[in-house]
């Protein structure tokens, strides 16, 4: 390969990365990355078929460098999609399935609790609520709730002793 071909290339190289540095200096708002990309692109063109003298290279080597490129740029230009367009999906919740499903547990329970469904809770509520005893106690009207545990009329297992105790 011709010396004064390697020196102008250089001298090329030299030149965009004096402007890569130059534009860098400048707010251009949303063009500033596409640009920086633009030069580099030009750069790492120049290094690749003259500096690793693929331009004069078996083109088989071509094709499978630029396959490999092409490549690149489809997974940056997906990985990008997936980053720039995060959060603008309406149905996308910050809560995990674990915890929506908890709250359901805990819903579920308290209505069973309240007499507004008849069927019990699924296996698991009942270490995060207090549900109310069916037994024939709580069926006369004894508070058999946790302490602390609202009950029907509102009222706690503290405020009904404590009425008890007032009659």
């Not at 007499?115 to 809770?121: D, Q, T």
């Amino acid at each position: 390969m011709p010396k004064p071909l390697l020196i102008k290339v250089f001298a090329a190289l030299v030149a965009l990365t004096v402007f890569t540095v130059l534009t860098a200096q400048l707010d251009l708002g949303a063009f500033n990355v596409p640009l920086a990309l633009t030069i580099a692109t030009g750069k790492a063109a120049l290094v690749v078929l003259f500096f690793m003298a693929l331009k004069y290279d078996n083109r088989v080597n071509m094709l499978v460098f630029t396959v490999g490129v092409i490549m690149v740029i489809v997974f940056l230009t997906f990985t990008l999609f997936d980053t720039a367009f995060r959060g603008d999906i309406g149905n996308v919740d910050p809560e995990t399935i674990a915890d929506i499903e908890r709250q359901e547990e805990v819903m579920r329970a308290e209505a069973f609790r309240l007499g507004l469904i008849s069927a019990e809770p699924m296996a698991g509520a009942a270490d995060t609520t207090a549900v109310a005893d069916t037994t024939a106690a709580g069926a006369a009207g004894a508070d058999t709730t946790a302490a602390g545990a609202s009950a029907p009329d509102g009222a706690t297992a503290a405020d009904s002793s404590a009425a008890d105790e007032r009659q």
